[in-house]
């Protein structure tokens, strides 16, 4: 199979040679406009005479996705640079490079409806109906499969319909389809890969393990939509009862899976708790539970070893190694791991002695809050390995808040927000550091402060530095301008801003954050 010369990847080499030693990209690390028809003009393809974005030109921004993805170029907080690309795999980087730009064309919040459109095409052409037919062949399929992704297909493409010719269109380029919407080898092979990483829909049939298996890779809120269809028609009490039988001899991370979706159906499941004291992998996990209905009578109030014990189920329950590592971190280090008592403990501790200390990385962010006038905006330099609620204080403590208002963090199209709040498709912001939520150099998100007023800020990855230093823990101000509003103001309060101070906004810093500055 060719993966080589196909349509998107010649012209992602073409404009990596263009970028060469480096062209300036906007804040979203995209071309500038000024700088498209040169791009277009290397690449051989016609592009509009305007545009609003490079983002906005399918012909140019699918080849730059995929050169990204590929590594042919590298985009930092101000240019993009060519890089030397993949030595390995061709097939796997076209892979690679496939997903990215189905992502990228998915305008869905969740960035999944091409991806979803076009796992599912590739399964439907396999059966090669009529070409008139497939729009309704996919419909069908999806209805089926993808109940609860059906909705994000229709933002896929920009098409506004079922867009099925915008899936066509990029297999094309990609080489997956024919000029007759035929499959060809490499879209074989693409739908097999699809459906080798793909679990199939969660039925009512399933056993509560397999249920489990299918859950932990999952997103809380993924998991439970997913766990409502296994739960269909079964009495609650038994099929708690199967879930936590499965979660007690089951891995970690499924039994995570396991308590929490028993936890999400709520306080009725009290009686399941209290049956789930007797069994030992479960017990730790049964008293926090119980705990959060009876904390005034602290009766199931966790002890120190339960909390050492679930310390070790949820690090045992993470894959990557620097997670791992800075969630031991947070639960106070290794000697919380030897006082646990958990069998998985000796596993882990040799895990983290193999794996070694990650790199320490310092974030330099430039925090700009959107459309004041005169600018206001405030550089920070943050531990990569912070999570994104100590990032909020962070923030309130730069523009002197009082953190009385509900906030929200975007990036990459996923929001995250307090847990206590339960904020509608909003993950958890303590489980998110800000080295997963902004990957590089350039990365951006978005923080909205006061859902009412809706006070948004631009957050921009300007640097990042690895430090062996003992302050690469600490969180300072660097810089900033502008004074900042006082929130909830009115006219009779005096003066509405606070004066940018960078002395008093380290010193909060240290008296929130209890991090030396």
Known sequence: MDAVNRTVMVRARLLAGWVGAGR??????VLRPVDIPAAAAAMGVDTPPKARTAADVEVLHRPW????????????AARATATAGPAGDQLEAWWTALLAVLRAESHDRRGEGAVVLCRTLLAVLEDEPPVDELEDRVDERLRAADLWQFGAVFEAFRRGVMPVDGGLEVLAEFGAVDAAARLTALGRWAGRRFAATTPPPVTPDLPASELLTRLAPLSEQDALRQARRWLVGRDIDEAVAEVLSAAEVGTPAARLAGVDLVGALGEAMRPAWQAALERPMLAAHARAALATWDAVEDQWEPSEADRSWLAVEYALAVEDPEERYYLVQDFGGLAVVEASGHPGAPGLRDA????GRPPQRVYQLKIVLSDAKPPVWRRLRVPA???LDVLHHAIQAAFDWDDDHLHTFEADRRRYSDPDIALDDCEDET???????MAREGATMTYIYDLGDCWEHRILVEKIDESEESDAAAIMCTGGRGDAPIEDWHSEDG???TPFDIDAINRRLEALLGVPT
Request: proline share 6%; charged share 15%; no cysteine.
């Open 352 to 355: 983290l002695a193999a794996a």
């Open 385 to 387: 390995s912070i999570p």
């Open 431 to 437: 489980d998110v550091r800000l080295a997963k939520a």
């Open 495 to 497: 003066e509405g801003t």
């Open 65 to 76: 996705v995929a050169a990204q993805a590929m590594g042919l170029i590298t985009v930092g």
């Open 24 to 29: 300036p990209v906007t804040g979203k690390g």
